[in-house]
């Protein structure tokens, strides 16, 4: 019993010692008072994790294309402090069909003086200035989708290259696909397949720099749309970095 006790112990405190250790700018914004409802996602969003494997640092600016209730947003307006700035942009024909988070985030974003709002058109994603990363959640898949115009997700990959500094990165985390199946689900299970957007976005110019396997959900059969109760908020989701050469 002690001696199983005691390999309970040691097997407890290496996996303490195996979890990687926030940036302490990434750090200091996730323990931030001010998003404590955010925290309690943290569990299942990963936001301060996705974050690090993204390599936010002070100072930096970052685009949050379509940033929804501004979870993302609260996390990098911490991370990057304020010598830096987040742009949350809302493409204007999102912004008409969906037209119950933009008035919320405004409202949000005059609490943190390193926010600006912008509203464009889809197709035409850009900034006041270069910026280090631009990131977009569950949102790439909507792209080519009659709402969105639809926009052709390689004028959305061009546009972000253009928007970038050299070195810049690219995030982009989307619910999965069947394998093979393209755009096709893009607009009825609101899914897309990686292997699509690995070719999309490198067809920009954009290297692949790798992959998270943080939201990736094995139980998920990629076959429900992901609003269905039995999935929704667990979906499997892929998690890509591409990076602008230079």
Known sequence: ???????????????????????????????????????????TRHGPELLAFAGVKPGQTVIDLIPGGGY????????????????GVWPAEYAKVDDDEPGPYKALATGYPNVTVLEQPAA????????????????????????MGPTDPAVLDKAAYAALKPG????????????????RDT????RIDPAVVKAQVTAAG???VG???????PAD?????????TIRGHTDQFVYLFRKPG
């Open 72 to 87: 993302w947003t609260r996390l990098f307006a911490g991370a990057v402090g304020a010598s830096g700035h987040v742009y």
């Open 168 to 183: 810049g990165a690219f995030l982009v985390i989307d619910h999965v696909a069947t394998a093979g199946s393209g755009l």
């Open 206 to 208: 954009f290297r692949f």
């Open 1 to 43: 019993m002690i001696k199983a006790f005691a390999f309970a112990l040691l097997a407890g405190t290496a996996a303490i010692a195996a979890a990687p250790k926030l940036p302490a700018n990434i750090a200091h914004a996730a323990a931030d008072p001010a998003r404590h409802d955010d925290a309690a996602k943290d569990a």
């Open 221 to 229: 059969d990629h076959t429900k749309k992901v609003f269905d109760k």
């Open 211 to 217: 992959a998270s396997k943080l939201l990736a959900n």
């Open 124 to 147: 035409a994603l850009a900034a006041p200035e270069r910026v280090d990363l631009i990131f977009t959640a569950q949102n790439y898949h909507d792209y080519p989708d009659p709402f």
């Open 187 to 190: 607009n009825t299970l609101h």
